[in-house]
């Protein structure tokens, strides 16, 4: 999952061309002659699995995917897929952690600036809710939601666990530390923060709902949601 909804509301996260077909590939990986696939082209065929799968996934549905047809599609043999993802269970995990390690390199990019801590977590903040809104996030999503961790297949992370809520309970810490946030547990405090400034927006739009999707609207309801999120995290 990802994106700081695993635990509760299942991904988080990155495929820009989860819409789009790729074009299909060899049947099998580039090999030197006589030997092994270079790593090169090991993973060029893991990135074309998962960015097939994800397409397939996001499509279809958990249900509806099968693994053979991820084979077929990204030209690849079924024991390839196999080998490298027991189950599809663990191929739905696999795109997501890779989702989430490119959505955590992106928001590490996004917080590098120096800015006063509330600054920082305002940011946070609205940089989650414009990843968690991209069309292939909340695809995969709404997959994950309906189908993939109710049958047990997938696992969501404890939201103790997940990296973009230790990342944004650290701020609120920050700012209990210099006195503009009031006390309590920060990653109860985050995971509210969470709630308050990017479900609804979410949740909207996986029911495919128009209300949030242009960056206005959701401009508008986050500053109406930080607003009052920030008075109920104020010092007392």
Do not use: H
Not at 34 to 47: F, I, M, N, S
Not at 146 to 159: F, N
Request: proline share 6%; with cysteine; glycine share 8%.
């Amino acid at each position: 999952m990802v994106a700081g909804t695993a635990g509760k509301r299942p991904v988080a996260a990155q495929n820009r061309a989860a819409g789009a077909k790729p074009a299909r590939a060899s049947a099998v990986a580039a090999r030197p002659r006589g030997g092994r696939p270079t790593k090169q082209a090991a993973e060029e065929l893991d990135r074309r699995i998962l960015e097939t799968a994800a397409r397939l996934f996001s499509t279809q549905g958990f249900a509806g995917t099968a693994m053979e047809q991820v084979a077929a599609e990204c030209g690849a043999g079924k024991d390839t897929i196999y080998r490298r993802y027991a189950s599809k269970a663990a191929l739905f995990t696999a795109i997501s952690d890779r989702l989430r390690a490119q959505v955590i390199s992106e928001m590490d990019a996004a917080m590098a600036a120096d800015l006063p801590v509330m600054e920082k977590l305002k940011r946070y903040a609205r940089t989650l809710l414009a990843i968690n809104m991209r069309p292939d996030l909340l695809a995969l999503n709404r997959v994950a939601l309906a189908e993939a961790v109710p049958v047990g297949g997938v696992k969501a992370t404890p939201t103790a666990e997940d990296p973009f809520m230790i990342r944004f309970s650290a701020l609120v810490a920050r700012a209990q530390r210099e006195g503009l946030a009031g006390p309590g547990d920060p990653l109860f405090m985050a995971d509210q923060l969470l709630y308050a400034t990017s479900i609804k927006p979410m949740i909207t739009a996986m029911l495919g709902r128009p209300e949030f999707a242009d960056a206005a609207a959701q401009d508008a309801y986050f500053e109406g949601a930080w607003t009052l999120a920030l008075r109920g995290i104020a010092p007392g």
